[in-house]
């Protein structure tokens, strides 16, 4: 772990009781996948900024602005609670998040930056960036991933600019909370925010996938949009999430000084998308700096159309691990642990067995971690060794017991 200090893009921050990052996590930091030319999240990236560019055109210029390099790090406030997310939601526990001292920590979506970038007075923008959650570890897990968000404000002029009848309509009146609207929303508001949201969206992932791709609208919650929903297309045979949305909370435009204004908000994780667009078996091969990845991007424009072609997998290692686990002991701290060791070695950890000891009142927790190397065969010796240390550091950093 680290000193009393961790030194991050540049800057010292002091560590306290807050902090739980690992050096691990911290050294992805800067690595910045989703800015390097012909990286598979770059394409992707570049493809959905090109979409926005091209279709929303305000006297011949792009109305959306883009920014790709926002440090990671925030403020639990900007992470949180100027998205009005609740002090008790699961999402701000230590065992979900990367904490880098009680004031910052890693920013757990690229939500962090909607109140300040609307504050700044922008209403039509997107964001990528690296992301951090604790998790667990399999082929589409990985602690660090890449988001896009996207925001779109509008004022009564541009909101109801297509609506014949002026009179009467209004983006605000003094009504009630229900699943359609928010309490400060009138109908119309609610009605053509929502519209907008969901053609602007069907039609990003259509120019992503192509014409007759298969979507689904599905009702969600997150505490700064109201009402809320989730895209879901049909791809090989089974649906699949692909973001999340929805109409941005009065409140949190309030904050951010845009009192007359309304607006539309998603999300989306680019691991996600880029996995299915282009056929990417494993996460950790966004990682990879051999070049058998990397090779088949190269001199690949955003719009080309590309198939992954596996390189034939090398064998896996499979170990178990079992021990009793002390009293307050939290699964994601043993994943965090493995990725420490492991590295990208580590494929999978899965729990596969837990019992409580009838006696001893004690429970024992059975890990079965796959090791696979991405770009070679590894031995069974170098697997012992790493298998090893992870059994030491859990005892010596976790307090569970070994059996
Ligand atoms: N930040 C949300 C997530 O990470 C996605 C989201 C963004 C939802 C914007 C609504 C609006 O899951």
Known sequence: SFGDSVEILGKSYPTDHF???TPTIVSKIGRNLHNKEHHPLHLIYKRIESFFHKSYLRRGNPIFSAYSNLSPVVTHEQNFDSLLVPQNHVSRLPSDTYYINSEYMLRAHTSAHQRDLVR???DA??????????????????????QMEGVRLFSDF???????DLSGVS??????????????????????????????????????????????????YFPFTHPSWELEIYHQEEWVEMLGCGVMEQKLLDSAGATNKVGWAFGLGLERLAMKLFSIPDIRLFWSTDSGFLHQFEGKDFNDSIIYKPVSKYPQCVNDISFWIPEEFSPNDFYDLVRSVGGDLVEQ???????????KKRMSHCYRIV????EKTLTQEEVN?????????SAQNLGVEVR
Not at 133 to 140: C, F, S, V
Not at 186 to 207: G, P, Q
Not at 371 to 374: C, E, I, K, S, T
Not at 386 to 393: F, M, P, R, Y
């Open 385 to 393: 060794e790493v298998h090893q240390e992870i059994e030491n550091l």
């Open 125 to 146: 923008f997107i964001v990528a960036g690296d992301v951090y959650r604790r998790d667990a570890i399999d082929a589409t897990h990985y602690p660090v991933f890449h």
């Open 158 to 164: 541009e909101l109801f600019n297509k609506v014949s």
């Open 371 to 374: 090791y696979r190397h991405m």
């Open 171 to 220: 983006l605000f009146e003094d009504g009630r909370r229900d699943n359609t609207r928010q309490e400060t929303h009138s109908l119309e508001t609610s009605k053509l925010v929502e519209h907008d949201l969901k053609v602007c969206l069907e039609a990003l992932m259509r120019c992503l996938f192509g014409e007759d791709l298969n979507m689904r609208w599905v009702d969600a």
């Open 19 to 21: 902090t739980n990052a």
């Open 349 to 359: 950890v899965s729990l596969v067995d837990e019992f409580l000891h009838p006696k």
């Open 120 to 122: 700044s007075g922008l």
